[in-house]
């Protein structure tokens, strides 16, 4: 085997990076071959001066220069995120604060409009006939009942007898002068 | 006055980095920073040998420890700190190598902690610091990172495997080639200089 295919192992070899086994096996060639003696030697002198010159101390105050800069930049983010927090904070309040204000303010607390009665629609109903009460009771008239085919239907309440019905048309204006809403309603009443 | 009473307990120890861990986690900045001095030299040393100049070792060592800072959760013992810590500056440093390359000149070269009072020993080290740094500057990113771990910061091959996520076998090979051309670079510094 060449020496050159010695030189990985021998390399390990130096460094105690080698199985019990390849240990001895590296020492039993570098016993019998001066050249890789020599390597080997070269090799442990020069890692020997490395981590000489690796354990020197460093002056102290490389070392504190880059604690106060990670302190520094610490306590900032800390601060930064205070300020954030009361800033924040103050934000939600005063947001609170108006809100609670506009709602407790008298009169203008949002209210519906009250709709407005803006007359009758069409033609007065002309003056119900009389009714002939004490007739009407003596002989009942046979009711007409609408088929129930369908649930859920409204169905208009029978007209009350003696009562006036009087349409009218109620206007609703919203908030969006786009938009009135037109309700025609019926008044009932006792017929005066 | 919470963060000083726990500074005056707090050891060296194991148990009490764990204590410090915790402490840190709840936002104590007295305990971080007192993790960061136990594990200072070890992330700013190796950041240096990574990176080759001071400026950008302490600029890495900065962002390596904020980055502790803000997954101390992820790092659940004291145990697994300093595998963290190099795995990351690691990673770092690499980064940092690729935003920043640039070749750096000897008298960028950290100075020891004081100039000796014997010149001639001073003058030593200086030569040893000089063989150090440009010697690592022969080597591969990759080289370079399993030799520094390996041999100079003595962690197992199995925790330079996992701190530069790669296998056993690779980081064998990587710092049995890094050896072979550092004893090569050391022989012929020493023979044009000497």
């Keep these: ?192 | 006055m919470k963060a000083l009473a726990f500074l005056a307990t707090v050891g060296p120890m194991d148990g009490d980095r764990s204590s410090a861990i915790a402490a840190a986690q709840a936002g104590d900045l007295a305990a971080f920073e007192l993790l960061m001095r136990q594990h200072e030299r070890m992330v700013l040393v190796t950041a240096l040998r990574l990176l080759g100049n001071l400026e950008d070792a302490q600029d890495a060592s900065q962002e390596v420890f904020l980055r502790l800072y803000r997954n101390l959760r992820k790092v659940e013992s004291a145990s697994n700190v300093a595998g963290w810590l190099y795995r990351v500056t690691v990673n770092i440093c690499h980064d940092l190598r690729r935003r920043r390359p640039r070749p750096v000149a000897l008298d960028e070269i950290a100075e020891p902690a004081a100039a000796g009072p014997d010149p001639q020993r001073s003058a030593t080290e200086a030569e040893r610091r000089s063989v150090l740094e440009l010697s690592l500057r022969m080597l591969s990113e990759k080289e370079r990172a399993a030799l520094v771990l390996r041999d100079l910061e003595g962690l197992s091959t199995e925790e330079v495997a996992r701190a530069l996520g790669s296998s056993e076998a690779t980081v064998r090979s990587q710092v049995s080639k890094a050896r072979v051309k550092v004893r090569e670079f050391v022989e012929r510094y020493f023979r044009r200089h000497v």
């Design chain 1, 1 to 192: 085997m060449n020496c050159r295919d010695w030189e990985e192992r021998i390399a390990l070899y130096v460094g105690g990076d080698l199985a019990a086994s390849e240990a001895a096996e590296v020492e039993r060639h570098v016993a019998d071959c001066a050249g890789c003696q020599v390597f080997a030697s070269g090799l442990k002198q020069s890692l020997e001066l490395l981590r000489e010159a690796h354990q020197e101390p460093l002056a102290a105050a490389h070392f504190a220069a880059v604690r106060a800069r990670v302190l520094a930049e610490l306590a900032g983010e800390r601060r930064a995120w205070w300020r954030r927090a009361w800033v924040y904070g103050l934000a939600a309040a005063a947001a609170v604060a108006l809100l609670v204000a506009f709602a407790v303010r008298p009169g203008h607390a949002p209210q519906p409009r009250r709709p407005e009665i803006m007359g009758q629609a069409g033609r007065p109903t002309p003056p119900e006939p009389k009714v002939q009460v004490a007739e009407a009771a003596a002989q009942p008239k046979p009711v007409h009942r609408r088929p129930q085919g369908r649930t859920g239907s409204r169905q208009a309440a029978p007209p009350v007898l003696g009562a006036r019905v009087e349409p009218v048309m109620v206007k609703l204006e919203t908030d969006d002068p786009d938009v009135v809403i037109y309700w025609i309603a019926e008044i009932r009443g006792d017929a005066k």
